[in-house]
């Protein structure tokens, strides 16, 4: 993962709130600051920071993810399409896997043998 420890890249968180904050509407740039900072525990007074949260969208809008209206962005189809790719799980991928068997405890075994209860 690149960018630090504390968290994933700009363009993933941004990916993140865009997509939550979404559902067709514009998000402006103090939106996805406020998300940012409340979700990531990111300092937002930072020089940093506010560079990340302007340069970020751009690279988007440049791959086609994004699209701009004034001061507000939004997920394209084409960004939609790349986020549920990217970070989302298909159900495809879930059904392929079998269930867990659920495991007994040797404890309770043994307890049941103790009492006197095993069948």
């Known amino acids: 993962m690149a960018g630090s420890k504390?968290?994933?890249?700009y363009v993933e968180?941004?990916?993140a709130a865009l997509h939550r904050?979404?559902?067709g509407e514009k998000v402006s740039?103090?939106?996805i600051a406020?998300?940012?900072?409340?979700?990531y525990h990111i300092k937002s007074d930072t020089d940093a920071f506010k560079k990340n949260v302007k340069s970020a969208p751009e690279k988007r809008m440049?791959?086609?993810y994004?699209?701009?209206d004034k001061n507000s962005w939004y997920l394209t189809d084409a960004g939609d399409e790349f986020y549920r790719g990217q970070y989302e799980t298909s159900s495809e991928q879930e059904d392929d896997e079998p269930a867990p068997k659920p495991v007994k405890s040797v404890?309770?075994?043994?307890s049941k043998k103790a009492s006197g209860k095993a069948k």
Request: charge should be neutral.
């Open 66 to 68: 994004y699209a701009q």
């Open 21 to 23: 904050a979404n559902n």
């Open 29 to 31: 740039r103090q939106r």
């Open 34 to 39: 406020s998300y940012l900072r409340d979700n």
């Open 62 to 64: 440049n791959q086609g």
């Open 107 to 110: 404890k309770v075994s043994e």
């Open 6 to 9: 504390e968290h994933p890249p």
């Open 13 to 15: 968180m941004l990916d």
